[in-house]
């Protein structure tokens, strides 16, 4: 939420939190309704995200105030289990499935292959961790002593990255690019985010001038 409001420039009306274990948001959607804001940022993640967004549905907020979230808030997973309910959402993130590369491409083609549904965000980092961990090795030659020379490629890696750029900042955390996403109904009446644009480019974290690591 903090990350949220350091970047929003219009007004935010007011902060509704919830409990860990709710199950039910009748009251706080009530409350929604009465606020009647022209949109509404979330996050719920698993069953309390799969719960809010169809009581979010089944009360019709969804018609008439749009809700992003960030894509842990309604991974692919997630969205096979609301249903409908995440029809038209919007969530933010660093990759799409239906990213315009090459390395995307074939990752999401072998994971529907293998497994029998789209890939979630969870598996393109757990991809692109592999493909980094072995960016380092071949630097090294494999030889797992030289761990001065394997850490210094970790921090300038070189592999094609399923999310497009990728590059490490001064404190170790990525520097990538962030996209709007929309959920929507293909023609075969499955559901899944598609790429709607770019939010930024090269983000950084908010929090890398205040690290002391060495680069």
């Given at each position: ?48 995200g799969i719960n809010f967004v169809k009581q979010y549905a089944a009360a019709g907020l969804n018609k008439s105030i749009p809700m992003l979230m960030p ?145």
């Open positions: 939420i903090e990350g949220f409001k350091r970047t929003y420039k219009g007004e935010v009306v007011a902060e509704i939190y919830t409990k860990l274990d709710q199950s039910d948001f009748s009251v706080e959607l009530a409350r929604v309704r009465s606020l009647a804001p022209e949109a509404i940022y979330q996050f719920h993640p698993g069953g309390t894509s842990f808030s309604m991974d692919a997973r997630m969205i096979q289990a609301t249903g409908d309910a995440s029809a038209g959402a919007y969530i933010t993130g660093i990759w799409s499935q239906d990213f315009d590369n090459a390395q995307s491409k074939a990752f999401v083609q072998a994971f529907k292959d293998a497994y029998g549904r789209v890939p979630t965000d969870y598996a393109m980092q757990a991809y692109d961790t592999a493909q980094l961990i072995g960016a380092g090795l071949k630097a090294t030659g494999g030889d797992l002593s030289k761990a001065a020379d394997f850490r210094a490629a970790l921090r300038k890696p070189e592999f094609a990255s399923l999310r497009g750029k990728f590059s490490m900042n001064t404190n170790q955390h990525p520097i990538q690019d962030l996209y709007l996403m929309r959920i929507e109904k293909a023609s075969d009446g499955s559901l899944s985010p598609h790429l709607v644009r770019k939010l930024v480019s090269d983000d950084k974290d908010a929090y890398a001038q205040f690290c002391k690591m060495p680069s």
